[in-house]
């Protein structure tokens, strides 16, 4: 079935080192989402519908289409950005609910 | 800005017994979600609505009821709790344009099973 695969499954940072999340998705794509969760809380949308390349403050998604790929890198991470970072797309077949990714759990120490 | 509002977020039950989780949005989207979360299996979707009284099922509806009465509103039910459905229930709602919709998200409820 369709699959969203994360990776890597969780990340321990030092503050101000950098990272790079990936996602990948088993079928072709139009749309995809970022979310963020704090520990024990809600998702809060980070990027959504990405193309090519966007920023928001430290953070910076690159999609490529065609290749089915998107990646969020954190730039100088700090202790606030602990959490778990989940992908998304819509169904291929139809349908609206989104397929998730399971997550990278991120932990940056001071 | 809208929000969406899940009531109860700690919901402590028997095993067994029948649960309702509520969920309220102020955004009048059309379409709600039903999620529920396990540590380090993602999201999993259990129930989404399109429409008042319009009920789909995901792929963990198998021991759970849903109901959208109102556009506003969306609940899901526990039809008999078990020990192994400790998990967080967070709900969603889109507005829909194409095949696509950007995705909101309430606070979650924490189901703990005695």
């Known amino acids: 079935g369709q699959q969203v695969q994360q990776s890597p499954a969780s990340l321990v940072l030092q503050e101000g080192e950098n990272a790079e999340l990936q996602c990948n998705f088993s079928?072709?794509?139009?749309?995809m989402q970022w979310f963020y969760q704090r520990p024990g809380g809600s998702l809060v949308s980070l990027f959504y519908?990405?193309?090519g390349t966007k920023q928001s403050g430290r953070l910076t998604s690159t999609t490529v289409i065609k290749e089915r790929r998107s990646s969020l890198h954190i730039s100088s991470s700090q202790t606030t950005d602990s959490g778990t970072y989940l992908c998304?797309?819509?169904?291929?077949?139809?349908?609206?609910?989104?397929?998730f990714g399971t997550g990278t759990t991120v932990s940056v120490s001071p | 800005g809208g929000i969406i509002t899940q009531t109860p977020k700690f919901l402590i039950g028997q095993e067994g017994q029948k649960l309702t989780l509520k969920c309220q949005q102020n955004?009048?989207?059309?379409?709600m979600y039903w999620y529920r979360q396990d540590s380090g299996k993602g999201l999993r979707l259990i129930y989404y609505?399109?429409?008042?009284?319009?009920?789909q099922k995901g792929d963990l509806s198998e021991g759970y009821d849903a109901s959208r009465e109102k556009k506003s509103s969306f609940s899901l039910t526990v039809t008999s709790a078990q020990k192994n459905e400790m998990a967080v229930f967070l709900c969603?709602?889109?507005?829909?344009?194409?095949?696509?919709?950007?995705?909101?998200f309430g606070e979650g409820s924490k189901l703990t099973v005695l």
């Open positions: 969603a709602s889109s507005i829909w344009g194409g095949n696509t919709g950007q995705l909101y």
């Open positions: 079928t072709s794509l139009n749309s």
């Open positions: 519908n990405p193309s």
């Open positions: 998304a797309m819509p169904p291929y077949q139809g349908g609206r609910a989104l397929i």
């Open positions: 955004f009048n989207h059309d379409t």
């Open positions: 609505s399109i429409t008042e009284n319009d009920l």
